[in-house]
């Protein structure tokens, strides 16, 4: 097994550090092959009985990157109805997604019932298929940033009609939707510290013992 | 912001690589100090709104630990009966947790009601803050295997026993049983695929186009 030193593990904490969700994207297109190459690296993540149950679908019509647009308006205004006085002007002013400029979008779902792995590991908990999902989606985050690509994970969306839009299959669970591109500015603190809407909080308050 | 080279690139795709499930492991504990070191770089995870849901409990006590592994045993029992003939043979065959072994036990709860965030980004999605959770333990596991550390995901649990055995609030929802320590073997290939049980695929099934 390769030994990691010192000097990498103080650039992967810096990668985890800088890894942001990026909502103000340059429009200018990733290189030729960049894509595939942050997506094979992020299919090497962990899956429940090696089942794999991540599919990515790479949404590229205007008509229906335009479907998820109006899909985020919609329920962007219902949440900020949920706020009222100076919490809802400070919801207003928080930019939550960069669809209309990302040139990437990739909405990642979860085969619910895959033949893959032959079930294993997950009959106490078969929602450990989602979470599989996830675990390729944050490698697929860290594999982006270590290319200089920002990602950003839009989860104000109704998931009926995203897999509406999308026209998939009714064993896809709908887990998130990603925009990737060049960040138009950089930030080591979240978007959502910088405009004071929640700090983050001490490491040990999520500690306990037993 | 920093700039990763190629040559962090490609150990950053060697860390994703050897990444294994863990279920050997060697009883040394880790050193003074390694573990906090891997929980804080892990604490680091993107979360929805902010919120960090994570709830990490150390489980130490021997009694509770021997809880766990019963109820891992008792499931995994039922589990193996799901399947016969060769595949039920092939199943006895595979090692599926390293309770017993591993010096440190983590159980990693999500909070679904957190205060943090004020419950941003997740009006649609409620169950955006389980992955949140599930970003952390995957940044968990590279942070854990850049210091020589395995980690092995036990799922073969039931959330309920697992919950009232360590004794949480109500509102914790069980995510995860980890276990984690130094691997007695180490290995290029996932147990699973090494024991025949389920082949890796190729990663072009998994991506489509709308």
Redesign the interface.
């Known amino acids: ?4 030193n010192a000097d ?2 103080e ?9 942001r ?1 990026v909502r103000r994207f340059r429009r200018e297109p990733l290189p030729d092959g960049l894509l595939d190459r942050i ?3 992020a ?4 899956s ?5 149950p ?8 205007p008509e ?1 990157r335009q479907e998820i647009i109006r899909n985020f308006e919609v ?1 962007n205004l ?2 900020k109805g ?2 009222s006085g100076d ?1 809802a002007q400070q ?1 207003a002013r ?1 930019k ?1 997604a960069g669809l209309r400029d990302a040139p990437i979008h990739l ?1 990642v779902f979860c085969e619910d019932n895959p033949e ?10 078969p ?2 298929l ?2 599989s999902v ?2 390729m ?3 697929l ?3 982006a ?4 690509v920002g990602l950003g ?1 839009v ?5 009926e009609d995203v897999t509406a839009t ?3 299959r009714d064993s896809w669970r709908f ?2 939707y990603l925009c990737l591109g060049y ?1 138009e500015e ?1 930030h080591l603190d ?1 978007e ?2 910088r405009h004071e ?5 001490l ?1 040990d308050e ?5």
Chains 1, 2 share one sequence.
């Open positions: 097994m390769p030994e990691f990498f593990r650039r992967l904490e810096e990668l985890v550090r800088w890894r969700d997506l094979s690296v299919d090497l993540a962990p429940v009985g090696n089942s794999q991540w599919r990515v679908v790479l949404v590229e019509t229906r329920e219902k949440a949920q706020y919490q919801y928080l939550l909405a893959q792995g032959h079930g294993l590991g997950r009959a106490t908990m929602e450990t989602a979470y996830v675990g989606i944050q490698t985050w860290l594999a940033r270590a290319e200089g994970w989860s104000i969306l109704r998931p999308l026209d998939v887990i998130a960040p950089e979240p959502l510290e809407w929640q700090q983050r909080t490491t999520r500690l306990f013992r037993r």
